[in-house]
């Protein structure tokens, strides 16, 4: 781990299907001191998901009451169950010098920022060549039924509205070309002059 700098919060957003989650495990399996984001939830664990690794599984309960004690920089209630990013661990894991990922929509993004500090938050959208190019992906995989599939786009284009709000768009039309621009991100950002400061003054008070 680095400890010559602070970490910072790379907020990746996209529609389904954008290639987000691929993008994202190429980072942490390609790219040192950079993790992805443990969401809390009180939904009940799937087969094979494990406390502290996919989610951190706590009761409903506890959870509104973490809500009200502000501990998570941001939260939402989908389909009855509560997810939400747990203040202490990103804090925690940017005063190691490691980076941590956030997989949100636009609507986490803005709560992103109003909850940390600017020089904390990097964030990118991932975006489709186009929607029907989308279209074909989220066929293509047969996950989803046709009215579940138009709702994702429907979803998509009110993503895809706000790309303005975004530090960095990668338009991910040829994986080999996202991946090395994401990685591209990472590496100018943790050489930016601020979080270099540190480690330049130690160099330059040798001179």
Same mark, same amino acid.
């Given at each position: 781990?680095?400890?010559?700098?602070?970490?910072?919060?790379?907020?990746?957003?996209?529609?389904?299907?954008?290639?987000?989650?691929?993008?994202?495990?190429?980072? +942490?399996?390609?790219?040192?001191?950079?993790?992805?984001?443990?969401?809390?939830?009180?939904?009940?664990?799937?087969?094979?998901?494990?406390?502290?690794?996919?989610?951190?599984?706590?009761?409903?309960?506890?959870?509104?009451?973490?809500?009200?004690?502000?501990?998570?920089?941001?939260?939402?209630?989908?389909?009855?169950?509560?997810?939400?990013?747990?203040?202490? +661990? +990103?804090?925690?894991?940017?005063?190691?010098? +490691? %980076?941590?990922?956030?997989?949100?929509?636009?609507?986490?993004?803005?709560?992103?920022?109003?909850?940390?500090?600017?020089? %904390?938050?990097?964030?990118?959208?991932?975006?489709?060549?186009?929607?029907?190019?989308?279209?074909?992906?989220?066929?293509?995989?047969?996950? %989803?039924?046709?009215?579940?599939?138009?709702?994702?786009?429907?979803?998509?284009?009110?993503?895809?509205?706000?790309?303005?709000?975004?530090?960095?768009?990668?338009?991910?039309? %040829?994986?080999?070309?996202?991946?090395?621009?994401?990685?591209?991100?990472?590496?100018?950002?943790?050489?930016?002059?601020?979080?270099?400061?540190?480690?330049?003054?130690?160099?330059?008070?040798?001179?």
């Amino acid at each position: 781990m680095s400890v010559n700098r602070r970490g910072f919060v790379l907020i990746l957003s996209a529609p389904s299907g954008a290639g987000k989650s691929t993008l994202a495990r190429y980072l +942490v399996e390609n790219c040192k001191d950079i993790i992805n984001s443990v969401s809390t939830t009180t939904r009940e664990p799937r087969p094979g998901e494990n406390h502290g690794e996919h989610y951190y599984f706590i009761a409903k309960e506890l959870f509104q009451k973490e809500i009200k004690n502000r501990s998570f920089l941001e939260w939402a209630e989908v389909f009855g169950n509560y997810y939400g990013t747990s203040k202490a +661990v +990103v804090e925690e894991t940017l005063a190691k010098g +490691v %980076d941590i990922i956030l997989d949100i929509d636009w609507q986490g993004a803005r709560s992103i920022r109003k909850s940390l500090p600017a020089a %904390d938050v990097v964030s990118v959208s991932i975006v489709p060549p186009s929607l029907q190019s989308l279209r074909q992906r989220l066929e293509g995989r047969g996950q %989803d039924s046709s009215e579940i599939i138009d709702k994702r786009m429907n979803q998509a284009s009110e993503e895809m509205s706000h790309w303005k709000e975004f530090d960095y768009l990668v338009i991910n039309d %040829d994986l080999k070309e996202g991946k090395a621009d994401l990685l591209a991100i990472v590496r100018a950002e943790r050489l930016t002059r601020d979080r270099m400061a540190s480690q330049i003054e130690k160099i330059t008070d040798g001179f």
